[in-house]
């Protein structure tokens, strides 16, 4: 696959407090202010960035857009994707919206098989706004670079951590910048490997125009070879959404999402039963070395790795574990906690798990997420080949699993679904009764402690088991606004 341009993300939210309208942004809290309490109210408006599909003559790609029934700022609303302007800043000819969304609970597709299809950026707002996500899935069902490529287009921000890039041989990875603003933004690229950071060339102040995706090929920035690489965009002016497109010239390939923000432990959830391979890579943030502990929640508890009990990784150095077939034949997803509990040396993780063997191998990345925390959904799914992963590391869960209709018509269908400390629940989620075609499940923690999810979608083709995972951390539709009945400096800043 010839790969151009992709870009990701953005997401931004406005909403009306009590006496006023609070900003609210990437990161989905404001700055701190002095309050009595905090309300939960829902965002008016979402900003979302997808990257430029694949550019081979063999893809396809289908936008699968949706909002979740529920709490809203209100009645109406639009959502929609344009299509973003190239790397020269000069804005796509054609500007016709993308998967215009018209209603809550339903989703809507639209498919491009045009090889130069650029990247889009959108806006939700009204009751299309909370929650509001867009699946891009891509099947490149021929070549030496066949493969399904998937990613939720998603929140713009200042920071990103992508452990598990490369600059082998046979791999050719794309980091893709997208900035949804009205002005250019100044972003940095640091690659770090197992003895520190990488000497690399041209990674500093790289303009990207407003509105505009700029791809950068990792293989360009430095000489040396890793297959194991920890890359880190920073933006020192402006925001961007950041993703990394992995190309594998022998194990198709995916799009690597960001890491979630570094922390003492990580939760990557959903690693698949026949999983031939799997790959962690670790980097410590922070200024002291990390211990970890390995945990895996399968579906009867937790199990500790046969000789991987333990990862040591240093400040600011890159490791990574080879877990071979870790699973096992049974799904279940991989927990990293210190080994001491009073150390809180940050890290970030993601995992590269292989499918098949020989020649007919696929590659998927699984980034250490979240929790759901309220909600989370995934846009995309089919009747068969979706697959969801639940686990609760610290504590029993009930988790309210909601299926849309499709986009074909139906009735939503919701299921209760119990989850164990210390395990990983996989359901294929109810499809819609009647009706056909795409629908999108919801995922609400119900009762009990954090919930992590993620899903897998596998589209084998010609004896090739492709398929692609997301995680699904909180989807932001909700914010914390003090309530300022009397202190309104929020609004001030």
Request: charged share 20%; proline share 8%.
């Given at each position: 696959?010839?790969?151009?341009?992709l870009?990701?993300?953005?997401?931004?939210?406005?909403?009306?407090?009590?006496?006023?309208?609070?900003?609210?942004?990437?990161?989905?809290?404001?700055?701190?202010?002095?309050?009595?309490?905090?309300?939960r109210?829902?965002?008016?408006?979402?900003?979302?960035a997808?990257?430029?599909?694949?550019?081979?003559?063999?893809?396809s790609?289908?936008?699968?857009a949706?909002?979740?029934?529920?709490?809203?700022?209100?009645?109406?609303?639009?959502?929609?994707?344009?299509?973003?302007?190239?790397?020269?800043?000069?804005?796509?000819?054609?500007?016709?919206?993308?998967?215009p969304?018209?209603?809550a609970?339903?989703?809507?597709t639209?498919?491009?098989?045009?090889a130069?299809?650029?990247?889009?950026?959108?806006?939700?707002?009204?009751?299309l706004a909370?929650?509001?996500?867009?699946?891009?899935?891509?099947?490149?069902?021929?070549?030496?670079?066949r493969?399904?490529?998937?990613?939720?287009c998603?929140?713009?921000?200042?920071?990103?951590?992508?452990?598990?890039?490369s600059?082998?041989?046979?791999?050719?990875?794309?980091?893709?910048?997208?900035?949804?603003?009205?002005?250019?933004?100044?972003?940095?690229?640091?690659?770090?490997?197992?003895?520190?950071?990488v000497?690399?060339?041209?990674?500093?102040?790289?303009?990207?125009?407003?509105?505009a995706?700029?791809?950068?090929?990792?293989?360009t920035?430095?000489?040396e070879?890793?297959?194991?690489?920890?890359?880190?965009?920073?933006?020192?002016?402006?925001?961007?959404?950041?993703?990394?497109e992995?190309?594998?010239?022998?194990?198709?390939g995916?799009?690597?999402?960001?890491?979630?923000?570094?922390?003492?432990?990580?939760?990557?959830p959903?690693?698949?039963?026949d999983?031939?391979?799997?790959?962690?890579?670790?980097?410590?943030?922070g200024?002291?070395?990390?211990?970890?502990?390995?945990?895996?929640?399968?579906?009867?508890?937790?199990?500790?790795p046969a000789?991987?009990?333990?990862?040591?990784?240093?400040?600011?150095?890159?490791?990574a574990?080879?877990?071979?077939?870790?699973?096992?034949?049974?799904?279940?997803?991989?927990?990293?906690?210190?080994t001491?509990?009073?150390?809180?040396?940050?890290v970030?993780a993601?995992?590269r798990?292989?499918r098949?063997?020989?020649?007919?191998?696929?590659?998927?990345?699984?980034p250490?997420t979240?929790p759901?925390g309220?909600?989370?959904s995934?846009a995309d799914n089919?009747?068969?080949?979706?697959?969801?992963?639940?686990?609760?590391?610290?504590?029993?869960a009930t988790?309210?699993?909601?299926?849309?209709?499709?986009?074909?018509?139906g009735?939503?269908?919701t299921?209760?679904?119990?989850?164990?400390?210390?395990?990983?629940?996989?359901l294929?989620?109810?499809?819609?009764s009647e009706?056909k075609?795409?629908?999108?499940?919801?995922?609400?923690?119900?009762?009990?402690?954090?919930?992590y999810?993620?899903?897998?979608?596998?589209?084998?083709?010609?004896?090739?088991?492709?398929?692609?995972?997301?995680?699904?951390?909180?989807?932001?539709?909700?914010?914390?606004?003090?309530e300022?009945?009397?202190d309104?400096?929020?609004?001030?800043?």
């Amino acid at each position: 696959m010839n790969r151009s341009t992709l870009s990701l993300i953005g997401v931004t939210a406005a909403l009306a407090a009590v006496a006023g309208v609070a900003t609210v942004t990437g990161a989905g809290t404001p700055d701190a202010a002095p309050a009595v309490s905090a309300a939960r109210l829902p965002v008016e408006r979402s900003t979302l960035a997808c990257p430029a599909p694949s550019d081979s003559d063999f893809a396809s790609t289908t936008y699968t857009a949706f909002t979740p029934k529920g709490d809203s700022a209100g009645s109406g609303g639009t959502a929609a994707l344009l299509a973003a302007a190239g790397q020269d800043g000069k804005a796509a000819a054609k500007r016709k919206p993308v998967a215009p969304l018209k209603e809550a609970g339903k989703p809507v597709t639209a498919v491009t098989e045009t090889a130069d299809a650029p990247a889009l950026i959108g806006t939700a707002d009204g009751a299309l706004a909370p929650g509001w996500t867009v699946q891009q899935t891509t099947v490149v069902d021929a070549g030496p670079a066949r493969a399904v490529l998937g990613t939720s287009c998603a929140v713009p921000d200042s920071e990103f951590w992508f452990p598990g890039v490369s600059t082998g041989a046979d791999r050719q990875d794309y980091v893709h910048l997208t900035n949804p603003d009205e002005n250019s933004a100044v972003v940095d690229l640091r690659l770090y490997g197992d003895k520190g950071e990488v000497k690399t060339s041209t990674t500093d102040g790289i303009t990207v125009p407003p509105g505009a995706t700029v791809p950068v090929l990792l293989s360009t920035l430095t000489t040396e070879k890793s297959d194991a690489l920890t890359l880190h965009v920073s933006a020192r002016s402006g925001r961007v959404g950041a993703t990394v497109e992995a190309e594998d010239a022998k194990a198709g390939g995916d799009w690597l999402a960001a890491s979630t923000d570094p922390a003492p432990g990580a939760v990557m959830p959903g690693i698949p039963g026949d999983a031939s391979d799997v790959r962690l890579v670790v980097f410590a943030t922070g200024d002291s070395d990390a211990d970890l502990k390995l945990r895996l929640a399968s579906s009867g508890g937790e199990i500790t790795p046969a000789g991987h009990e333990t990862v040591h990784v240093k400040s600011g150095m890159t490791s990574a574990v080879d877990l071979g077939d870790l699973t096992k034949g049974e799904a279940g997803s991989l927990v990293l906690s210190p080994t001491d509990p009073s150390d809180e040396a940050p890290v970030v993780a993601a995992l590269r798990i292989t499918r098949g063997k020989g020649a007919s191998q696929e590659t998927a990345f699984l980034p250490a997420t979240a929790p759901v925390g309220d909600r989370a959904s995934a846009a995309d799914n089919r009747t068969k080949g979706s697959t969801l992963a639940l686990t609760a590391p610290e504590g029993d869960a009930t988790v309210r699993v909601v299926t849309s209709a499709s986009t074909k018509g139906g009735e939503p269908v919701t299921k209760d679904v119990p989850v164990k400390r210390g395990t990983t629940v996989v359901l294929s989620p109810p499809a819609p009764s009647e009706g056909k075609g795409a629908f999108a499940v919801t995922v609400e923690p119900a009762s009990g402690g954090p919930v992590y999810a993620s899903r897998m979608l596998a589209l084998p083709e010609g004896g090739v088991p492709m398929f692609t995972i997301q995680a699904m951390p909180d989807d932001r539709g909700l914010v914390a606004v003090p309530e300022s009945e009397e202190d309104l400096s929020i609004l001030n800043r």
